[in-house]
């Protein structure tokens, strides 16, 4: 399976995939689910944090482990190429100690069984091939750990937003062609001023669609960020070559698609309440107890998800 649209994601520096703080971070209700369930852990325990991303939730465990002058083993894994330290700003200091494993399927951890005291995923297991990661994860989990997991629900504010953001992505790649049309003025104005007239009329017309759309969004971001590269690509060809202009709007357009692929595998793997129930029946058959479930809010309202947790038992029951 291809990761490279979260490896962009992650080079780029995002901390979070779906960040709710304005510090580009899971803060309130999300940040308490975190800090509530890595608590009880005691000196010396180890945590691992799968489908990890840039670290956002190993990140929560260390602040509160160094806050409540506890020392936790803590990993992070992911199937993509991740590097935290190098790719979050100020992430050496940030996310000193933390072992992260790049390039890791759930499906097939490189740890010993009853390797670690508890287990955790942010929007994380609900994409990855459920029967082996979890299995896996029962295997690494020592008896009597831990597991919670937040997921994304079909009727969260994170659903409702990309799917919004995904029909401003159909108008700006194939409804208006922008980027095409700013490619053909630049080739136009090194036609001839007739060619170049037409051309701009084409461009603007298209942006202005760009524009009566952002009014009216509720989540506007592609098209914020679209309207600002278009001019920024514009202001390029007073410094740049052509072909250079041509490298960086293929730049943007290929971020942009890998934004769509991001958004798409969101509001595809967002799990209803059968989808939840199934889940847990999996969890259950795999010897897990004390299992809940509860929908994920934040800000008070805002529905982001579910949050799933349970206890491999100290002693395991068989299990099918
Ligand atoms: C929505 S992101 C969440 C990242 C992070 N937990 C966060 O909240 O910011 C989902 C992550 O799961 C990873 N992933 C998908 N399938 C995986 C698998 N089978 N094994 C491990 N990681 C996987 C992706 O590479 C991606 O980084």
Request: cysteine-free; aromatic content about 6%; hydrophobic content about 40%.
């Given at each position: 399976m291809s990761v490279s649209h979260w490896e962009s994601y992650y080079r780029a520096g995002g901390l979070a995939t779906c960040p709710t703080g304005p510090d580009g971070s899971y803060d309130q209700e999300v940040r308490q689910a975190w800090e509530a369930f890595f608590e009880p852990l005691p000196d010396g325990a180890a945590l691992l944090d799968v489908?990890?991303?840039?670290g956002a939730i190993p990140l929560i465990a260390r602040e509160l482990a160094t806050r409540l002058h506890r020392s936790w083993e803590i990993h992070g894994t992911d199937l993509?190429?991740?590097d935290p330290a190098r790719d979050v700003r100020d992430g050496r200091r940030r996310f000193a100690g933390i072992v992260f494993h790049g390039g890791v399927a759930t499906e097939t951890l490189p740890f010993a069984d009853a390797s670690f005291d508890a287990v955790s995923g942010q929007y994380a297991?609900?994409?990855?091939?459920?029967e082996p990661a979890l299995t896996e994860l029962q295997r690494v989990l020592r008896p009597g750990g831990r597991m919670q997991f937040i997921l994304h629900h079909v009727d969260s504010v994170l659903v409702a937003n990309a799917r919004e953001s995904l029909g401003h992505a159909e108008l700006v790649?194939?409804?208006?062609?922008v980027y095409q049309q700013l490619r053909r003025l630049l080739a136009a104005e090194r036609e001839s001023p007739a060619a170049a007239e037409t051309a701009a009329a084409a461009m603007n017309g298209a942006a202005a669609r760009l524009h009566a759309a952002m009014k009216q969004a509720g989540s506007p971001l592609i098209l914020h960020v679209t309207l600002d590269a278009l001019t920024q690509l514009w202001d390029l060809r007073r410094t740049l070559s052509a072909a250079d202009v041509a490298s960086e709007i293929e730049k943007v357009e290929s971020e942009l698609q890998a934004s769509v692929q991001r958004l798409e595998a969101l509001a595809g793997h967002a799990l209803s309440a059968d989808d939840v129930t199934a889940m847990m029946q999996r969890f259950s058959a795999l010897g897990f107890t004390g299992l809940q479930r509860e929908p994920q809010v934040h800000a008070g309202s805002n529905l982001v998800g579910w949050r799933i947790a349970g206890t491999k038992p100290a002693v395991t029951a068989d299990h099918d």
């Open positions: 489908g990890t991303g840039n993509a190429p991740i297991l609900e994409y990855m091939a459920l790649l194939r409804d208006t062609r």
